[in-house]
C-alpha cells in the first residue's frame, strides 16, 4: 500500500475559496466584486517611494534585517507607539511580515499547540480556521448576531453584536487565544469601546492571547472611530496587533505586513520568521517606510492619506448602498472596511454555482465566511464598494 503524501494536518483544509473566485473572474469578463483589493492605484507618493527604492540604493535588491527593514520598524514603532499608548522598541516590538496573512499565520504557529482551543467570532476572514487547525489548533465559534434596525433605518453593522454570555462560555482552561477582526471581514463591524471591554476582561480573566487583526483600521466610516484593544489597560501584555500595508496604502500586491506585541509574545513569532520565510523584500519594505513617514508628517490633517481614503471610498459604499436597495435588495450597511454583506434570501436561487458570476459581475457566496448556524451562511452574499 502506498505511503500517506499529505499530513494529516491538512485534511479537510485543502479548498480555499479565493481560489474559485480568482478564476472565475479570470475566466470570465467580469468586474471583481468578490476581492479585497481597491480598482484604483495607491497614492502618488506611495508610488513614487517604491520606484526611488528599485531605481536608488542598490542595495535595496539584497537582503535587510530578518526581522524588518530598519527604517520600516523603526517609523512603525515610532507611529504605533502614540496611537497604542506605549514605548516600542523597533527590535523587540515589531515584526516585519509576508503581508498581513504571513503575521497571522506566523502567529498561529508560533502559539498554538496542540489541543490548545482558539475562539473565533463569525462571520470571519477565511483564514482563521484553517491556520488553527494546520497548527493542531480547535477552533471554537462565536456568533455576532443580528438585532433589528428600527422602522426607518438601514441595517448596520453596528446592529451584529455579541452575546456575553455565550461568548463567556466559549472559555475553557484550554483556550490559548481569541482571534479579534475590527473592523470585521466581511461584515464590516467596528467593534466600540464596551464590546472590546468585554472581550478584553475574558481574555485577562483566563490568560489568553488577543490576535488582533486591524488590517482595516484606516477604513472607518461615519461617525465610527477605530480602537485597538492593545490601547486598553491590561492588555498590551496579552495582544499580537496585525497590520497591512497592502490596506493601508492601497497596495496589497506589494505584500508588506507586521506584528506589534510584546517581546514576551514576539519572540516565539521571531523564531517561526526566522525559519521559514525568513526575510521579506526589502524594496517593499522602504517604499512602505517611505509612506509612513510621510503620513506621520500629515497625520490627522486633511492632506493625510488615512483621512482622504476612508473619505473615498465611503462615497463608493454609499453609492453601492443606494444601488442595491434601488433594486429591492436588502445591504448591511458596514461601518468600515472595503466590503458589504447582502442579504439575498428572497432569491430562490441564490444556491447555484453560476450566482457568482451573473450579469458581468463577481461577487462571494456568503459560505466564504461562516456564520452560524452554517446552512444560514449562504443567505448572504459579500460585496466590494470599491469597485464603482
Not at 226 to 242: D, F, K, N, Q
Not at 290 to 311: N, T
Not at 339 to 359: H, M, N, R, T
Request: with cysteine.
Amino acid at each position: 500500500m502506498a505511503k500517506r503524501l499529505q499530513a494529516r494536518r491538512l485534511d479537510g483544509i485543502d479548498h480555499n475559496p479565493w481560489v474559485e473566485f480568482v478564476k472565475l473572474a479570470s475566466e470570465a469578463d467580469v468586474v471583481n466584486l468578490g476581492q479585497g483589493f481597491p480598482d484604483f492605484p495607491p497614492p502618488d507618493f506611495a508610488l513614487e517611494a517604491f520606484q526611488h527604492a528599485v531605481s536608488g540604493d542598490f542595495m535595496l535588491n539584497q537582503y535587510t534585517k530578518a526581522f524588518g527593514y530598519p527604517p520600516l520598524t523603526k517609523i512603525l514603532a515610532s507611529f504605533f507607539g502614540k496611537l497604542l499608548g506605549q514605548e516600542l522598541d523597533p527590535l523587540k516590538n515589531v515584526l516585519v511580515t509576508v503581508g498581513a496573512y504571513g503575521a497571522l499565520f506566523t502567529a498561529f504557529q508560533a502559539l498554538v499547540d496542540e489541543g490548545d482551543e482558539v475562539i473565533i467570532i463569525e462571520p470571519f476572514f477565511d483564514c482563521y480556521e484553517p491556520m488553527t487547525l494546520m497548527a493542531g489548533g480547535l477552533p471554537v465559534f462565536v456568533s455576532l448576531k443580528p438585532s433589528p434596525a428600527q422602522d426607518g433605518e438601514l441595517d448596520s453593522s453596528s446592529n451584529w453584536q455579541l452575546d456575553p454570555m455565550e461568548l463567556a462560555s466559549k472559555f475553557t482552561p484550554r483556550t490559548k487565544a481569541l482571534v479579534l477582526n475590527t473592523p470585521n471581514n466581511p461584515l464590516g463591524k467596528v467593534f466600540s469601546k464596551p464590546e472590546l471591554e468585554l472581550v478584553a476582561s475574558l481574555c485577562q480573566q483566563h490568560d489568553v492571547v488577543c490576535i488582533a487583526d486591524e488590517v482595516y483600521q484606516w477604513l472607518v466610516y461615519d461617525q465610527y472611530q477605530h480602537i485597538s484593544i492593545a490601547s486598553l489597560p491590561g492588555m498590551w501584555e496579552r495582544t499580537l496587533t496585525v497590520g497591512s500595508a497592502g490596506k493601508t496604502f492601497s497596495a496589497t500586491g506589494w505584500k508588506v505586513g507586521w506584528v506589534l506585541g510584546p517581546d514576551r509574545l514576539l519572540r516565539h513569532l521571531r523564531t517561526v520568521h526566522q525559519n521559514s520565510v525568513f526575510h521579506c523584500p526589502t524594496q517593499a519594505q522602504a517604499a512602505v517606510a517611505q509612506s509612513f513617514e510621510r503620513e506621520q508628517l500629515h497625520f490627522g490633517q486633511p492632506s493625510s492619506y488615512f483621512v482622504q481614503l476612508p473619505q473615498a471610498v465611503q462615497r463608493s459604499r454609499d453609492h453601492m448602498v443606494q444601488s442595491l436597495r434601488s433594486v429591492g435588495l436588502r445591504p448591511i450597511v458596514p461601518q468600515g472596511s472595503y466590503f458589504l454583506i447582502i442579504d439575498v434570501s428572497d432569491f430562490s436561487e441564490w444556491d447555484q454555482p453560476c450566482w457568482a458570476k451573473c450579469g458581468g459581475l463577481e461577487a462571494a457566496r456568503g459560505s466564504a465566511w461562516p456564520l452560524s448556524p452554517r446552512e444560514e451562511d449562504a443567505r448572504l452574499a459579500r460585496s466590494c464598494g470599491r469597485a464603482l
